[in-house]
């Protein structure tokens, strides 16, 4: 489970049973310092865990300013499947969900649809074959190279919100390779997300 608060502050109270159990089977996991109750601008940067933890995000129900799609943006930085559950055109509360599909995401109608669009499981990790060392990790990107990456998006952008794809057809980067960088500069306030995956730069 991860946690908006610390991991002690279990919200609301009567999970506490919940929390203990999922202590004792599995992990609770959280950025905040123990004893932080959970407040409302805690709950995108744990959704953000979440959807990075997870094969896919399943967007079952959200307007057209829902946190859902958030998370739904933070599991596409992440390289992350993204599928949501479609609904009548003149449901708010199925306007985000729509939104979604129109802009690529995997329609959902049964769970069917959901294997499909994330394959089989992955089998457990002492199934799995062992990598040779010098492929065990990920390259990974020297501090020089991040800056200037950092300073290419940054030059990309102005106050005018620019679409995402135009962005890394401007770069002519892989999306894997850019969507790190984009992940941090929003967590650092230098840029700012703005729906229908725009993009703009926080003067």
Partial sequence: AVMAGGVDMVSPAENAHLGRDIAARGALISEQPMGLAPAARHFPRRNRIIAGRARAVVVVEAAAKSGSLITARDALDQGREVLGV??????????GCNMLIRDGAVLVRSAADVIEAIGPAEPPAS?????????????????????????????????????????????????????????????????????????????
């Avoid at 479609?86 to 306007?95: L, M, S, V």
């Avoid at 990920?138 to 620019?162: C, F, K, N, Y």
């Avoid at 969507?179 to 003067?203: C, F, K, Q, T, Y």
């Fill in 86 to 95: 479609p609904g009548h055109p003149f449901d708010a509360r199925a306007a």
């Fill in 127 to 203: 199934e799995q074959p062992t990598l040779p060392l010098d492929r065990a990790q990920p390259e990974m990107r020297s501090l020089q190279d991040t800056a200037r990456l950092h300073a290419q998006i940054l030059g990309r952008l102005g106050p005018s919100p620019v679409a995402e794809d135009q962005l890394l057809r401007d770069l002519s980067l892989p999306a894997g390779d850019v969507a790190p960088a984009l992940v941090a500069l929003d967590l650092e306030g230098r840029i700012a997300r703005h729906a229908g995956g725009l993009l703009s730069l926080v003067n």
